[in-house]
């Protein structure tokens, strides 16, 4: 019964997910991605400006999800104007919750970061029976992301902060049970309700279309019959694979590598630690924190002169109850395990012996003292056993050496030879590529690969240099490792259609527009005879409507059946379905819900209460926005009009 209330709540979760994590978008190698200031700013949160490429990047990247999420997506909603304003919202909100952020205070410690990662179960699933995380894995993972390691968790630091900012807010909502009740009571009730269609093809032989009127249709409808610049392109890719490829290996060049990077091929060194917490967070009050590191200095004395006492101490004294009852064992971890703490790492490894002892640790969450229990060295496995491996790693190292200096090598003929790519292509051995139908200003249509819509790729292919003058580009990056020059081989400037181009769906769209008018002035007429005689009109069967039970009635008609005044009944009105038609509409009753039983009343009230806290956490965004001297220069775009459905 209450599903569709439950799924109300699962898509709340998920704005407010929407509202406090971070996209995570990333551009290009460095060197060749650049987005310089003087690029038009199209919003600007607390000084900080958000320019058109950062706007156009985001979008692409936001369109590349929705279509590895939904192959089948339609290319034209990508590109829709709702779309790519949504994309410009998240990029604005983004900035407000790390303005936010950074105005408080707000400082996400190594501890929360290490927390947040053992937790996440795709990093938990990286690890090894012994609870070791694979470095090699988490940053394999990390890079078909696009992302580093000191990437992504920076971006784990941002998206917390961004979680204390709305978090506070979220549990603010509160609802007493009888204002839930009356709430809850009319959102679950139904109406019983019949309803007559007037279709526009009924009354399409009616409309007379004139050539003035399709003329002047046209005309107030321009706008829309605007088509973007379009090329055709032909372009080389230089990729990081390519240069592998051409690297040449000699079996003393591996095992001289192999000499060399011994210490990195194996397992690396481990170290088992045990640990003591006295609790004192930076913003306690001064004279508490003062105590708690006397009470550490004290500790750390008494282990000083029996360190074999270490566990027995840790036990009795040590506040990370995660770790105290096992004498503050750690377990064995590698320097880069991120699930230890940073302080707690760089003094394990920084010990020399077994049994020593850390001085005391002034870390953001308190005093530790950490004792060195145990050692294990790196292990190098056997030359040919790694051999693949080492091949290449070898080839993906030279191909980075060289891949900045070939790019720019590229650059170099493109600038020299601008009126043609050959010489790049036969220098380099890469194929010639092409690819038709790219757009400027728009998501890229399927056709296109995706690296090509790439925002400094589009504006570079779209100067009037190399549109018009079918001149070379500059090297641009599109993806990480991935450098494109491209040029037109054909291209078509922005235009109109012209009337005698879209004369056929202009019409039909007109002829619809004009027959759905017909159908809701007949509709108005046919009320005032269904309010003096309702069994003159044909109605369908009575059928019974909620918000979780519409069944195959028209959207429009079950939200007109729920807004109609009940006082006087049956209730008669016209319903617009816009180019569907109109519908003259009769409710016949009002059936009140069916009493829940008290677990599911007592859960009808909570998601209500969460109703009251998203409204809570919206107004406190607003207010952020309004803090943050939030300015968004683009129009927020109307719906697509059935304009641009029939002129596909």
Same mark, same amino acid.
């Given at each position: @019964? ?18 406090? *994590?971070?996209?995570? *978008? ?5 060197? /060749?991605?650049?987005?310089?200031? $003087? ?5 600007? %949160?607390?000084? =900080? ?22 192959? !089948? ?18 990029? *604005?909100?983004?900035? %407000? ?71 506070? %807010? ?47 249709? /046209? ?100 506040? !990370? ?32 012996? $077994? ?54 090598? @590229? ?27 790219? %757009? =400027? ?23 009037? !240099? ?21 040029? &037109? ?35 108005? &007429? ?75 009343? $007592? ?16 107004? /406190?965004?607003? @207010?952020?926005? !309004?803090?943050? $001297? ?19």
């Amino acid at each position: @019964m209450f599903d569709l209330f439950r799924n109300h709540t699962k898509i709340l979760m998920g704005l407010l997910v929407l509202l406090i *994590v971070p996209s995570f *978008v990333f551009f290009g190698i460095e060197g /060749y991605t650049q987005f310089n200031d $003087k690029q038009k700013a199209v919003a600007v %949160v607390d000084g =900080h400006k958000i320019n058109q490429l950062e706007w156009d990047e985001a979008n692409r990247q936001a369109a590349m999800r929705l279509r590895a999420q939904n192959p !089948d997506v339609d290319p034209a909603l990508l590109d829709s104007p709702e779309i790519k304003y949504a994309t410009l919202e998240q990029l *604005v909100r983004e900035q %407000v919750l790390a303005a936010a952020a950074r105005n408080a205070h707000l400082i996400v410690g190594n501890a929360q970061v290490a927390t947040y990662l053992s937790q996440d179960p795709t990093i938990a699933s990286l690890r090894g029976a012994d609870g070791k995380l694979n470095m090699e894995a988490y940053a394999q993972m990390l890079a078909r992301q696009n992302m580093t390691p000191e990437m992504f968790e920076a971006g784990v630091r941002q998206q917390l902060s961004a979680q204390q900012v709305m978090l506070g %807010v979220v549990g603010s909502g509160f609802a007493v049970p009888a204002q839930a009740d009356v709430t809850l009571n009319a959102f679950r009730q139904a109406r019983n309700i019949q309803y007559v269609l007037l279709k526009p093809e009924e009354y399409a032989a009616k409309v007379d279309v004139k050539p003035t009127d399709l003329e002047a249709y /046209y005309k107030k409808n321009e706008a829309m019959f605007k088509r973007p610049e379009s090329a055709d392109i032909e372009y080389v890719e230089l990729t990081l694979d390519a240069l592998k490829a051409s690297v040449t290996v000699s079996e003393a060049d591996l095992k001289t590598y192999y000499e060399s990077n011994k210490a990195s091929l194996g397992e690396a060194e481990q170290r088992r630690a045990s640990h003591i917490l006295i609790e004192a967070p930076k913003d306690m009050p001064a004279d508490e924190r003062a105590k708690a590191r006397a009470k550490a200095d004290a500790i750390h004395a008494e282990l000083l002169k029996n360190p074999a006492s270490f566990g027995d101490v840790a036990k009795r004294e040590s506040q !990370d109850a995660a770790s105290a009852e096992q004498g503050g064992d750690l377990g064995f971890f590698s320097a880069q395990n991120a699930a230890v703490v940073d302080d707690i790492s760089k003094a394990a490894f920084a010990l020399k012996n $077994k049994g020593d002892i850390s001085a005391v640790i002034d870390a953001d969450f308190g005093f530790d003292i950490v004792q060195l229990t145990d050692i294990k060295p790196s292990e190098a496995p056997a030359f040919e056993t790694v051999r693949a491996k080492l091949e290449d790693q070898y080839r993906t190292e030279q191909a980075q050496k060289t891949f900045t200096s070939t790019a720019d090598e @590229m650059g170099k003929l493109a600038f020299e030879q601008r009126d043609s790519l050959k010489p790049i292509a036969d220098a380099f051995k890469l194929p010639i590529k092409t690819a038709a139908g790219l %757009v =400027h200003d728009r998501v890229q249509p399927p056709q296109v690969p995706q690296a090509l819509g790439n925002a400094e790729l589009i504006s570079a292919i779209f100067a009037d !240099d190399v549109a018009r003058n079918k001149g070379n580009t500059q090297p641009v990056a599109v993806a990480p490792s991935t450098v494109v020059v491209a040029r &037109v081989s054909k291209y078509v400037a922005a235009h109109t259609e012209s009337l005698a181009d879209v004369q056929e769906p202009l019409k039909k769209l007109y002829v619809t527009e004009q027959s759905a008018k017909l159908a809701q002035e007949a509709a108005k &007429v046919q009320l005032e005879a269904a309010r003096k005689s309702p069994q003159s009109l044909a109605w369908l069967p009575a059928v019974d409507v909620a918000r979780d039970k519409a069944g195959e009635v028209p959207t429009p008609i079950v939200e007109a059946a729920l807004r109609a005044s009940t006082r006087q009944l049956p209730a008669f009105s016209v319903v617009d379905l816009g180019p569907q038609g109109s519908a003259i509409l009769r409710v016949n009753k009002v059936t009140a819900p069916e009493v829940l039983p008290a677990e599911a009343q $007592k859960q009808a009230e909570q998601q209500y209460a969460m109703g009251w806290s998203r409204a809570e956490m919206d107004a /406190y965004y607003n @207010m952020l926005k !309004d803090r943050f $001297k939030v300015k968004i220069h683009e129009a927020d775009p109307k719906k697509q009009t059935a304009l641009t459905n029939a002129n596909k």
